[in-house]
């Protein structure tokens, strides 16, 4: 649990730079300010790769002289920041005169982390954008395994902070507007996952149209550690840049590491709050959200301020909230949790506000009439036609105009 802890501590420290810093240069220093209490380092670094220089250059540091600073130029493969950013692999050393870097003289101590900050899910590539070292272990201490995964998830969330600070200070010159705005929209897309998941006895599927301004909708399959099969839907309040920033980090509090442990629906969702809750409160944003386990014989969910999950049971419908309340606005909030009885043939459907209350051209909203209706015509079609239906359903019911707010549908099937 302490190392966990750790992780979601300073997942939140991180997503607090975002909210609070207004530069680039003002998110990195913060991050290293974490990373040096967190690690125990007396220095730290964050280099960004400078593609007209073809090299990495130090754009925030801790304990290191400024003129090293200033005239650092690394170029790609060459000394260990160098080799970390080529080869896009952390790399712990517990010695450095062993690895051939006993000229550093300016290293007190031998042991030395270097992690590349590599922005997966905002590039295709993979490829990293810099690299983040540290080294000088308080008490002359080699760096453990355990330190270079904490030092990884930072590098990784120090990522998508860099490439959305990059998109708000785009944002700032109208000229590019449009630009930036689309390419939130393109990050945002990549937060969503590619592909659909496989579970026994589960048929599942989810789909996103995105507004014309960037919102805050997402949803996630999670699989694999000690918990059940998990879906989660959530919703940030506000539009643009602003709530792709938090959706950024709501995906990174809940697919860390403490988060697959075996947890209830309601304690994953209390945890989460108050991780959050200082990120959201600063921001004056909320987040409403359905979280469910796929169990082998029922559903088990919270609803966080959010739609409860639609259950289509023997040609009727049933819905029920936990009536919590939305995530950010209570730090101590106690959530709630429900089960849904699983049975053969039945469908269970979670939306966003988008898909209910998109406008028609009369300013006639959608509505849950119409998302029961489709629903009940299509009850024997796969789990993603469904979905991709609804979705149609709006586009025509709207007049094939820009949506005023993103619409998210997540249809299950028992199978």
């Not at 790609?76 to 712990?92: A, D, M, Q, T």
């Not at 999670?222 to 950024?248: F, K, N, Q």
Request: proline share 4%; charged share 25%.
């Amino acid at each position: 649990m302490k190392g966990e802890n750790k992780q979601l501590s300073v997942l939140h420290d991180l997503s607090q730079a975002i909210i609070g810093a207004s530069s680039m240069e003002d998110v990195c220093n913060l991050i290293l300010e974490r990373t040096v209490k967190v690690l125990g380092v007396a220095k730290a670094s964050v280099m960004k790769f400078d593609p007209v220089d073809r090299a990495l250059k130090i754009v925030a540091a801790k304990g290191l002289p400024k003129e090293i600073v200033e005239s650092a130029r690394v170029k790609i493969g060459e000394g260990i920041s160098g080799k970390v950013f080529k080869n896009n692999k952390p790399v712990l050393i517990k010695d450095i005169k062993v690895s051939g870097f006993e000229s550093r003289k300016h290293y007190r101590s031998r042991s030395l982390m270097s992690a590349p900050v590599t922005c997966l899910p905002m590039n295709v590539s993979g490829k990293p954008i810099g690299v983040i070292n540290v080294t000088d272990k308080k008490g002359g201490k080699h760096f453990s395994p355990d330190d270079l995964k904490l030092l990884t998830t930072i590098a990784n969330q120090t990522a998508a902070y860099l490439h959305l600070c990059d998109l708000a200070n785009d944002a700032r010159d109208s000229e590019h507007m449009k630009r930036e705005l689309d390419l939130a929209r393109e990050m945002q897309q990549r937060l969503l996952p590619q592909r659909m998941p496989k579970v026994e006895g589960y048929d599942i599927a989810g789909k996103c149209l995105t507004a014309e301004h960037v919102g805050g909708d997402y949803f996630d399959f999670i699989l694999g550690g000690a918990r059940p099969p998990s879906v989660v839907l959530a919703d940030v309040s506000g539009h643009s840049v602003g709530a792709a920033m938090l959706m950024s980090a709501f995906r990174s509090a809940i697919r860390s590491e403490g988060a697959t442990l075996f947890l209830s629906p309601a304690l994953i969702s209390e945890r989460l709050n108050a991780l959050l809750y200082e990120d959201l409160f600063a921001s004056e944003q909320f987040i409403s959200m359905v979280y469910l386990q796929l169990l082998p014989d029922s559903i088990r969910y919270t609803t966080a301020g959010h739609w409860a999950p639609l259950l289509f049971q023997k040609g009727k419908f049933l819905n029920y909230s936990t009536e919590d309340t939305l995530l950010g606005v209570d730090k101590y909030t106690e959530f709630h949790e429900k089960r849904l009885a699983a049975q053969k043939g039945d469908i269970v459907v979670i939306f966003t506000d988008g898909l209910v209350e998109a406008q028609n051209k009369a300013h006639e909203h959608f509505g849950l009439k119409r998302v029961k209706a489709y629903i009940s015509s299509q009850k024997n079609r796969r789990a993603m036609d469904i979905c991709e239906g609804l979705c149609d359903e709006v586009k025509e019911f709207t007049g094939h105009r820009p949506l005023r707010d993103d619409v998210t549908v997540v249809t299950i099937k028992i199978l």
